[in-house]
C-alpha cells in the first residue's frame, strides 16, 4: 500500500491503468489496494470515471533520507515506521539495539497513542506529527527538573516559526491556541534518573488534522491546519523541532530549567487564572502564580503561595475564571 500512497499523496487524479503499470499489477489489484487504503487507514479515495482515483486530501509522507540528508540539522538518525502501536514504546524498544544517541522515531500513526496519566492520543495515518527522540542524562535530578517544561518551548518555537502566532503554554506539558489543545508532550525516564538514565521525549502535534469522530478526543483541541487554512510539510516541521530541540536541550542540560525559567512564563497563557489542581484527591484552587527554578507550578492559595511538581498532576481552568 505504501507504493500506492506515494503515487497518490499529491491529490491529484490517477488512472487505474496508470497506476497499475507504474506498480507492476493488475487494475483489479489496485482496486483491491484503494479498497484497503479506505478500510484499514480511513483514507477516502474519490473516483471520476474517464478520470480516474484521488485520495481527498494531499498527503506529504515522512520521509527518513530527506530527513537524514539536511545539513545543518543535528546528526540524528530517524526511523520512520509507516504504523506502530507508540512511536514511546517502540523508542524504549530500540534504544538497546541503538547505535548512537540521540536517535528519534516517527510515524504516519499510531495505534495506541498515548498521553500523560493513561490517555490515549488520537493518531489518524499521515495527518499529524508522532515523535519520540532518546537522549541520555548523566547529570542527575537537576537536569531532568522541568525538563517538559524545555521540550514545551522547544515546540512552541516551531509552531510560531510556521505561523500560529497565537499558540502558547499550559502548565506541565500542553501547547493551546485559546484554550483548544494543539501538542501535548510525554516523557519516560529509563534508568537511574539520579545518576544515568536514557529519556524519551514523546510530542504529539496535530498538523494537518481537520476532523475527528466523535468523542475520539475528550477536550477541546485544533490543529495548525485549522488555524492557518493551508496544509503544512510535516517533514519540514520535523526538521525545524529537531533544530530547536537540540537548542534547548543544550540550555537545560547545561544550565538546567532556571535559565528558562523567565521565557516559559512569558508564553504561559493561563498566568493569572483560576485553576483547580488535581492530584487524586479533592482538587486544590487557586490562582496561577508562575512556575519557580525547578519547573513547579506557583498557585496562591488563600493568599499564600504554594509549589506543586509531580507527574500525576492535572491543572483545569475554574469554570468562572
Known amino acids: 500500500m505504501l507504493a500506492l500512497l506515494t503515487l497518490l499523496q499529491d491529490g491529484r ?10 506498480l507492476g499489477v493488475s487494475r483489479s489489484a489496485v482496486w483491491k489496494q484503494l479498497q484497503a487504503l479506505q478500510s484499514e487507514l480511513s483514507l477516502p479515495v474519490h473516483k471520476v ?25 543535528p546528526q540524528w538518525a530517524a526511523c520512520v515506521l509507516q504504523s506502530v502501536d507508540s512511536t514511546n514504546a517502540e523508542a ?36 499529524n506529527l508522532y515523535y519520540s527522540l532518546v537522549v541520555r542524562v548523566e547529570g542527575g535530578m537537576r537536569q531532568l527538573e522541568g525538563m517538559s517544561l524545555a521540550i514545551g518551548l522547544a515546540l512552541l518555537q516551531v509552531i510560531r516559526a510556521f505561523g500560529v502566532s497565537e499558540a502558547g503554554l499550559k502548565w506541565p506539558n500542553d501547547v493551546l491556541v485559546a484554550d483548544r489543545k494543539l501538542a501535548g508532550i510525554l516523557l519516560e525516564i529509563s534508568g537511574d534518573p539520579a545518576d544515568v538514565c536514557h529519556v524519551v521525549i514523546g510530542i504529539g502535534l496535530n498538523v494537518n488534522m481537520l476532523a475527528a469522530e466523535q468523542g475520539a478526543i475528550g477536550q477541546p483541541w485544533t490543529s495548525m491546519r485549522a488555524e492557518l487554512g493551508h496544509l503544512l510539510n ?5 526538521n525545524e523541532l529537531n533544530r530547536q530541540l537540540s537548542r534547548y536541550l543544550e540550555i537545560q542540560l547545561r544550565d538546567g530549567f532556571s535559565a528558562l525559567q523567565d521565557e516559559w512564563q512569558a508564553s504561559h497563557l493561563w498566568q493569572g487564572r483560576q ?47
Request: hydrophobic content about 35%; overall charge positive; some cysteine.
Open 13 to 22: 487524479f490517477h488512472s487505474g491503468e496508470a497506476l497499475g503499470a507504474a
Open 49 to 73: 470515471r474517464g478520470r480516474g482515483y484521488r485520495l481527498e486530501t494531499p498527503l506529504q509522507l515522512l520521509n527518513a533520507d530527506w530527513l537524514n540528508s539536511q545539513v545543518g540539522a
Open 92 to 127: 524504549l524498544r530500540r534504544m538497546s539495539q541503538a547505535q548512537s544517541m540521540p536517535f528519534y522515531v516517527i510515524a504516519e500513526r499510531q495505534t495506541n497513542g498515548r498521553g500523560r496519566r493513561g490517555r490515549s492520543w488520537l493518531s489518524p495515518f499521515g495527518e
Open 234 to 238: 510535516r517533514n519540514e516541521l520535523v
Open 275 to 321: 485553576v483547580a489542581l488535581t492530584a487524586g484527591g479533592e482538587p486544590i484552587v487557586g490562582e496561577v502564580a508562575g512556575v519557580d527554578c525547578s519547573g513547579a507550578i506557583r498557585l496562591r492559595v488563600n493568599g499564600a503561595e504554594r509549589s506543586f511538581s509531580g507527574g500525576e498532576l492535572s491543572l483545569r481552568l475554574r469554570d468562572d475564571s
